[in-house]
């Protein structure tokens, strides 16, 4: 198994993004393809995630989140990087991304430090186009959930991406109006959409470096 050493975040600077390329692994099928014109011509609403590493017991992790059910909200009761919507007095997606972290698991925002964005996904069936971005925090975090928004906080170890397969598991899930769907299983927890696709990309990078 690979290890990654205190360089990582300097390897993941200079690493080449896989892009929609590595995001159409986990790609549902029947998810069309949209050119960025055609993006914006749907007006979308603009968000932002973040993948926020740390380091515990010499090993680096990053948290997802499972999100409070919300019978008003598409992702109800998902598994997702923690993120949401841009507001007015963020000054660029980047901020967006770190103001949402620290109100969503209480991660100190004075402590996190981009690394680099990653390639935007558009979400067709909430009409977001999300920016996803990889930071770190200079202090472990001590999770505080605003529950209105999380049920809980999985902490992931990155190397137990570098197992992701290029064909992935496939399953129908509710969720998806019974449709099949590629996804992320890690010990019981299903990850599919957006967040699997962008942990596509994160996943690829990895394996490059």
Do not use: C
């Amino acid at each position: 198994m690979k290890s990654f050493g205190k360089d990582l975040l300097n390897k993941i600077k200079k690493t080449e993004l896989g892009g929609a390329l590595a995001h159409g692994i986990f790609s549902p099928p029947s998810r069309p393809l949209f050119t960025y014109e055609q993006i914006l011509e749907k007006n979308p609403k603009f968000a932002a995630v973040n993948i926020v590493l740390y380091l515990k017991d010499n090993e680096w992790y990053f948290p997802l989140i499972q999100r409070t059910e919300n019978k008003h909200d598409r992702h109800s009761g998902q598994i997702s990087l923690p993120g949401g919507k841009r507001e007015e007095l963020d000054q660029d997606f980047a901020q967006t991304a770190i103001r949402e972290t620290s109100e969503e698991i209480g991660i100190e925002k004075h402590y996190v430090r981009i690394i680099r964005e990653m390639s935007p996904i558009y979400i067709p069936p909430s009409n977001f186009y999300v920016h996803p971005f990889i930071s770190y925090t200079k202090k472990n975090p001590e999770f505080i959930l605003q529950l209105t928004e999380a049920v809980e906080v999985i902490e992931f170890p990155i190397t137990s991406f570098l197992n992701l397969p290029d064909e992935p598991e496939i399953m129908a899930l509710d969720a998806a109006g019974g449709n099949l769907v590629p996804v992320i299983n890690f010990n019981g927890y299903i990850i599919w959409g957006a967040t699997a696709m962008i942990l596509s990309e994160f996943s690829q990078l990895l394996k490059k470096m």
